[in-house]
């Protein structure tokens, strides 16, 4: 069964432009959640996606938006890109119940 | 609101000896528990969880959980540490009424020198 799968790996950016990360869950999986990575906040949770709709958000700016597909494909976006933006951006699947969930390799963005 | 500490930024162990990792956590009603590994420019990779039952939990790659309610502590262990065990870990919990969302500690660096 193959894994999470997060596309691009590696991305570099400008200030101020917007930029789309893409995830591929878990065949069967229809939960997809975002995670921000930094050395400083550490691991941070962005949102959730469970059957197209929006489940739970996290703390972050209405800069940072995603959606969901109907194949469970996921992708977010972060407009008017901030060099604070710049992490690995970590992509998570799950089933409907509280059963761990499985990571993808992250994408990692740098904003310069 | 829940939450979850790691108090230790750093654990140093020689290869053989035992490996303990530090975790607790705050929430309300009953916790989902989990631990995962992060290798460098890698992505979190799942080694067992907590969902209720028998308190010491097995994982992957030997690694064992004991899930303590009184202490409010999941620390992990492995009874004989590996140099390739050297990584970052994180302790997670999500909450019952928020299946979706791990909150996760701050990391513990793991270090096992030959």
């Known amino acids: 069964k193959a894994g999470v799968t997060q596309t691009p790996r590696y991305l570099i950016k400008t200030r101020g432009q917007q930029v789309t990360l893409s995830c591929s869950p878990i065949?069967?999986?229809?939960?997809v959640s975002w995670y921000q990575q930094t050395p400083g906040q550490g691991l941070q949770f962005l949102f959730e996606y469970f059957s197209e709709t929006q489940r739970n958000k996290g703390n972050f700016p209405g800069r940072f938006s995603g959606r969901q597909f109907s194949n469970s494909r996921s992708e977010m976006n972060v407009s008017t890109l901030e060099l604070g933006d710049s992490a690995l951006y970590l992509c998570a699947s799950s089933l409907e119940a509280p059963d761990g969930a499985f990571f993808g390799q992250g994408t990692r963005l740098t904003v310069v | 609101a829940q939450s979850v500490a790691q108090p230790e930024d750093q654990v140093n162990v020689a290869e053989g000896n035992p490996l303990t990792v530090k975790c607790t956590y705050s929430v309300s009603g009953n916790p989902y528990l989990f631990w995962y590994v992060q290798y460098p420019n890698r992505g979190l990779q799942f080694l067992l969880k907590?969902?209720?039952?028998?308190?010491l939990v097995k994982g992957s790659y030997g690694f064992e959980a004991e899930f303590n309610k009184s202490q409010t502590s999941f620390h992990l262990k492995k009874p004989s540490a590996l140099v390739s065990d050297s990584a970052l870990y994180f302790c997670a919990v999500i909450a019952t009424d928020s299946w979706g969302k791990l909150q996760f500690g701050a990391g513990t660096q793991v270090v096992v020198t030959p």
């Open positions: 065949s069967g999986h229809r939960s």
């Open positions: 907590y969902i209720t039952g028998d308190n």
